[in-house]
């Protein structure tokens, strides 16, 4: 199983970004498939995640300005970011699992990371 992340950049404060995760190995069927992000000299925390039923779920920090889809026939997970802050500056990992778990939001819960894709919001 392979996660390839793609997407991030540099943006205004305001502005919008999509990151894009690519699933190969392994199809999306039984998966939850998610997001992480990690800031210099923080931890890393959920982002959003979303289960093979469409069920979604997202942090307090981001719900109303992110939104998580998924694309079946491409294998592929996204990430639409609205009303970026400097505060969402981090690097952004895409995570997945079999099957899903009710602990959507630890980062242990993941077997499977993507490389990350840096996004940076400026003030």
């Known amino acids: 199983v392979q996660l390839q992340a793609s997407g991030g950049g540099l943006v205004q404060a305001g502005g919008s970004l999509r990151v894009s995760c690519a699933l190969s190995g392994r199809t999306f069927s039984g998966a939850t498939m998610g997001w992480f992000r990690q800031a210099p000299e923080k931890e890393r925390d959920f982002v959003a995640a979303i289960r093979e039923n469409g069920q979604k779920y997202y942090a307090s920090s981001v719900k109303g300005r992110f939104a998580i889809s998924r694309d079946s026939a491409k294998n592929t997970v996204y990430l639409q970011m609205n009303g970026l802050k400097p505060e969402d500056t981090a690097v952004y990992y895409c995570?997945?699992?079999?099957?899903?778990?009710?602990?959507?939001?630890?980062?242990?819960?993941?077997?499977?990371w993507g490389q990350g894709t840096q996004v940076t919001v400026s003030s």
């Open positions: 995570v997945a699992r079999w099957p899903h778990t009710v602990r959507y939001y630890s980062a242990e819960e993941y077997g499977y």
